[in-house]
Nanobody, 124 residues
Framework: VQLQASGGGLVQAGGSLRLSCAAS????????MSWFRQAPGKEREFVAT?????????YYTDSVKGRFTISRDNAKNTVYLQMNSLKPEDTAVYYC?????????????????WGKGTQVTVSS
């Protein structure tokens, strides 16, 4: 599985961005998908995850609840992260990843595949 994240950029606090992660392969719909982020000098942290197929199970880290929305379009082999009300502390490189089946969806050690990150910078 190859993952390509895009959509990052520079935005003012309070603004919005939508990240996309395009995946290769015919079985995208069978994968859960997660987003992580890594701020300068900090460890990579979990942001959001969406379950496979219809994406009926979604989880967020507390700091983004109510501001970020994860979704998927299986016809386009793409997962999205809509980010609203952005804050300077959201500044980070954002990565999409595929969780290993049966692993913890919020642990980077449980990911089978990673995409290259996309930089999000929020200015105050």
């Amino acid at each position: 599985v190859q993952l390509q994240a895009s959509g990052g950029g520079l935005v003012q606090a309070g603004g919005s961005l939508r990240l996309s992660c395009a995946a290769s392969g015919r079985t995208f719909s069978s994968y859960a998908m997660s987003w992580f982020r890594q701020a300068p000098g900090k460890e990579r942290e979990f942001v959001a995850t969406i379950s496979s197929w219809s994406g009926g199970s979604i989880y967020y880290t507390d700091s983004v609840k109510g501001r970020f929305t994860i979704s998927r379009d299986n016809a386009k082999n793409t997962v999205y992260l809509q980010m609203n009300s952005l804050k300077p502390e959201d500044t980070a490189v954002y990565y999409c990843a595929v969780p290993r089946q049966g692993s913890d969806y919020d642990s980077q050690d449980g990911m089978d595949y990673w995409g290259k990150g996309t930089q999000v910078t929020v200015s105050s």
